[in-house]
């Protein structure tokens, strides 16, 4: 299986390369805030004293099938802006498409690393301490994105406007050269001259892009994820493109769902180093996020590492150390029975499921299959009634509007294809150096094995106690420096006055059986 994904990737890899948004801006005036996109932003400067837009990481997912690929994407940026707007590169029926806040709040919570207490054993217990959980959590889901008016130079022409979500959205054409830079440059667009080759080679290649902003009435408490469906299976993400109106380095998240676990081909593979991993008692916190930026650091050079990889999960629980790992709906994690599945924790944080579960020992594919006359909700996401379908589902197969909930259908969308008891999860982080980043980021399958999400530290900071067996931090200015903590070997002290009592108990004995004379 691994091997056919293998050849699928290496025959489809230039077909994503549309996929990464180059972002522009909206009305906003945050100082923080979440967008959905994947690329880079081209912003209007800032009112005078105001910071710059800055993108400070990116989440993205991505789902490979046999049949289609869709991408997720969100942002995270700072900085003020007074018009804010995503252009994003598209060819062919590729479909633009809102997507839900649940998707990637699901994704989040399911693969977040989850850092525990070291055992210690305090003053005067006979037992080890407790266990605590903290440490690296995940942030929250992307919101929403804007873009360009209409109109401009005669060679940028208007090929379509719509309405998807909350957004306005205009297809845009052209094919000059600098044109679309001239375009975005005269309605007040900054665009760093880095980046004004990489829109260029679009336009050579015949591309149209998509451009979209808040439509009137809608404010940021309207934005909302989107996601592009295409045909087939593609696999590379223009990463030059997604380092636009980035800082020096930009951080990202990449979740992928597909056939085998997947890596990132050309990227440097780096390991989190948990040794010595620390657990600080009092903050309840680990210093498993600062190991974790240490180890993507590398100048001028694109890293990435696994934190997560598990088959079987769409479907069946999570399982640490023999436990099943149970979300409960506002977020809180706990090891213990009965577990819940990716499917079952996506549908809790949606509107439109109290409850879906997929049949673990289902071995056939999510089909468009089935759903003849089954209206769908497709809410304002612009999917329309995409799950209905006359094709019979084969045995085994899942109708792939089993798993829409409401309005939500990015559970179907990203399997439609796919086996969901063996599908795999995977989430890499990444860091994309701006100066280091002139190559795409090409996803491919791993030979690897699990990779789990939940560590142990081994080292205690501020214990709630005097620590008689543990490792703990002795503080030397500064420096991470582990002491040891044994239990003391020291006789007790009620040993010599036992045995007195013992030996004198034992010669009274012994004198009242001496035999007679």
Same mark, same amino acid.
């Given at each position: 299986?691994?091997?056919?994904?293998?050849?699928?990737?290496?025959?489809?890899?230039?077909?994503?390369?549309?996929?990464?948004?180059?972002?522009?801006?909206?009305?906003?005036?945050?100082?923080?805030?979440?967008?959905?996109?994947?690329?880079?932003?081209?912003?209007?400067?800032?009112?005078?004293?105001?910071?710059?837009?800055?993108?400070?990481?990116?989440?993205?997912?991505?789902?490979?099938?046999?049949?289609?690929?869709?991408?997720?994407?969100?942002?995270?940026?700072?900085?003020?802006?007074?018009?804010?707007?995503?252009?994003?590169?598209?060819?062919?029926?590729?479909?633009?498409?809102?997507?839900?806040?649940?998707?990637?709040?699901?994704?989040?919570?399911?693969?977040?690393?989850?850092? $525990?207490?070291?055992?210690?054993?305090?003053?005067?217990? @006979?037992?080890?301490?407790?266990?605590?959980?903290?440490?690296?959590?995940?942030?929250?889901?992307?919101?929403?994105?804007?873009?360009?008016?209409?109109?401009?130079?005669?060679?940028?022409?208007?090929? $379509?406007?719509?309405?998807?979500?909350?957004?306005?959205?205009?297809?845009?054409?052209?094919?000059?050269?600098?044109?679309?830079?001239?375009?975005?440059?005269?309605?007040? %667009?900054?665009?760093?001259?880095?980046?004004?080759?990489?829109?260029?080679? %679009?336009?050579?290649?015949?591309?149209?892009?998509?451009?979209?902003?808040?439509?009137?009435?809608?404010?940021?408490?309207?934005?909302?994820?989107?996601?592009?469906?295409?045909?087939?299976?593609?696999?590379?993400?223009?990463? /030059?493109?997604?380092?636009?109106?980035?800082?020096?380095?930009?951080?990202?998240?990449?979740?992928?769902?597909?056939?085998?676990?997947?890596?990132?081909?050309?990227?440097? @593979?780096?390991?989190?180093?948990?040794?010595?991993?620390?657990?600080?008692?009092?903050?309840?916190?680990?210093?498993?996020?600062?190991?974790?930026?240490?180890?993507?650091?590398?100048?001028?050079?694109?890293?990435?590492?696994?934190?997560?990889?598990?088959?079987?999960?769409?479907?069946?629980?999570?399982?640490?150390?023999?436990?099943?790992?149970?979300?409960?709906?506002?977020?809180?994690?706990?090891?213990?029975?009965?577990?819940?599945?990716?499917?079952?924790? %996506?549908?809790?944080?949606?509107?439109?499921?109290?409850?879906?579960?997929?049949?673990?020992?289902?071995? @056939?594919?999510?089909?468009?299959?089935?759903?003849?006359?089954?209206?769908?909700?497709?809410g304002d996401s612009g999917a329309g009634d995409t799950f209905s379908s006359d094709v019979p589902c084969n045995p085994g197969e899942i109708p792939a509007s089993d798993l829409v909930c409401g309005a939500d259908?990015?559970?179907? $969308?990203?399997?439609?294809?796919?086996?969901?008891?063996?599908?795999?999860?995977?989430?890499?982080?990444?860091?994309?150096?701006?100066?280091?980043?002139?190559?795409?980021?090409?996803?491919?399958?791993?030979?690897?094995?699990?990779?789990?999400?939940?560590?142990?530290?081994?080292?205690?900071?501020?214990?709630?106690?005097?620590?008689?067996?543990?490792?703990?931090?002795?503080?030397?200015?500064?420096?991470?420096?582990?002491? $040891?903590?044994?239990?003391?070997?020291?006789?007790?002290?009620?040993?010599?006055?036992?045995?007195?009592?013992?030996?004198?108990?034992?010669?009274?004995?012994?004198?009242? /059986?001496?035999?007679?004379?």
């Amino acid at each position: 299986m691994a091997a056919a994904l293998a050849r699928r990737m290496h025959s489809s890899r230039s077909l994503l390369r549309f996929v990464l948004p180059l972002l522009a801006a909206t009305p906003l005036s945050l100082a923080s805030a979440d967008a959905a996109a994947c690329g880079g932003t081209f912003a209007t400067a800032p009112p005078p004293g105001e910071a710059p837009v800055t993108v400070t990481s990116e989440r993205w997912a991505l789902a490979v099938g046999p049949d289609q690929t869709t991408l997720w994407a969100s942002l995270h940026y700072t900085g003020t802006a007074t018009d804010f707007a995503w252009v994003l590169p598209v060819r062919g029926d590729a479909r633009l498409e809102v997507a839900s806040d649940a998707w990637f709040q699901a994704l989040d919570t399911f693969t977040a690393t989850h850092v $525990e207490s070291p055992p210690i054993l305090c003053e005067g217990e @006979g037992g080890g301490g407790g266990c605590a959980c903290g440490g690296f959590g995940s942030a929250s889901s992307g919101a929403g994105t804007p873009p360009p008016r209409t109109g401009g130079q005669s060679v940028v022409s208007v090929v $379509e406007t719509r309405n998807v979500g909350p957004y306005e959205v205009v297809r845009l054409r052209s094919s000059t050269p600098g044109a679309l830079v001239d375009w975005l440059t005269s309605h007040a %667009y900054v665009i760093a001259d880095h980046v004004r080759p990489v829109i260029d080679l %679009y336009v050579s290649e015949g591309y149209d892009f998509e451009a979209m902003r808040l439509a009137p009435g809608a404010g940021v408490q309207d934005m909302k994820p989107v996601r592009v469906v295409m045909k087939g299976g593609m696999y590379t993400i223009p990463l /030059r493109m997604a380092t636009a109106g980035a800082g020096d380095a930009l951080p990202i998240t990449l979740f992928v769902l597909s056939e085998s676990r997947a890596s990132a081909a050309s990227f440097t @593979g780096v390991t989190v180093p948990t040794d010595d991993l620390v657990w600080d008692w009092a903050a309840k916190t680990s210093n498993y996020a600062s190991r974790l930026n240490a180890a993507l650091t590398r100048p001028n050079a694109p890293a990435f590492t696994t934190t997560f990889a598990m088959p079987g999960v769409m479907t069946s629980p999570l399982v640490v150390d023999g436990q099943p790992v149970s979300f409960s709906r506002d977020g809180a994690v706990s090891r213990d029975a009965p577990g819940t599945s990716f499917a079952e924790l %996506y549908a809790a944080r949606t509107s439109g499921c109290p409850k879906l579960s997929l049949d673990p020992k289902s071995s @056939g594919a999510v089909r468009r299959c089935g759903t003849a006359g089954v209206a769908q909700d497709a809410g304002d996401s612009g999917a329309g009634d995409t799950f209905s379908s006359d094709v019979p589902c084969n045995p085994g197969e899942i109708p792939a509007s089993d798993l829409v909930c409401g309005a939500d259908s990015d559970l179907a $969308e990203a399997l439609i294809g796919l086996r969901a008891s063996s599908t795999w999860l995977t989430r890499l982080e990444i860091s994309a150096p701006r100066d280091g980043a002139g190559q795409d980021l090409v996803v491919e399958p791993s030979a690897g094995g699990p990779v789990t999400s939940w560590v142990t530290a081994s080292v205690s900071a501020n214990p709630p106690c005097t620590v008689v067996s543990g490792r703990v931090v002795a503080p030397d200015g500064g420096a991470l420096s582990v002491r $040891e903590v044994a239990p003391s070997r020291t006789r007790a002290p009620w040993i010599p006055p036992a045995l007195a009592v013992g030996v004198a108990a034992l010669t009274l004995l012994g004198r009242r /059986r001496r035999p007679m004379r």
